[in-house]
């Protein structure tokens, strides 16, 4: 008469995941005044709206987990977000066994081993999918705000390149500017 025996198999698995999404484009700016000039515009205001400059030249902005890196010579723009934790898995499975016929005790708690392992890796998978999902959430909602505020900059830095060109051009007599509609009005004497 054979025996049946219940063997219970418990494992845990404890990951750092990860969920990253990342963006680039490019600014639109005018050649008004030569690169340099119009790349270090850019860098100033900036510099005014919370970028800190980076050893390589480049313009970084951090708001919790996405990163804004703007390239004023270039007017490369790459907008990051990240996402991550650290996870505990945990699953347990029971299987039977009988003391008479078919594979021991050991080999039977190796399979239910293995395919706990499986599932632990397919929630992991899972995680992960949810971290991604949240980054490019996260993503998106950096872009809506951004997108303004970079335009706003470009009007500015282009108000500026062309107040600086009137004058390179001959006596600026009058300037009016209307902030509301962003219409600038320059009255050059050459």
Known sequence: MSRAYRITVKESLTREL???DEIATKLEVLEILPPEQMAGLLAEELKK???EEQEDGTLIRTDGKVTVCIEPCTGEVTVRSESGETVTLEAKRDAT???DIGPGEKGIRERVR???KQDLEKKAERETERLQTQ???GLEQKLEELQ???GAVINK???EALKHKAQQMGSVKEISE???TGNLTIKVEV
């Open 18 to 20: 990860k969920g990253s």
């Open 49 to 51: 709206r919370g970028f």
């Open 97 to 99: 066994g009988y003391d």
């Open 114 to 116: 293995e395919q706990i």
């Open 135 to 137: 980054a490019t959430r």
């Open 148 to 150: 303004p505020e970079l």
């Open 157 to 159: 830095i282009t108000r």
């Open 178 to 180: 209307d902030e509301e």
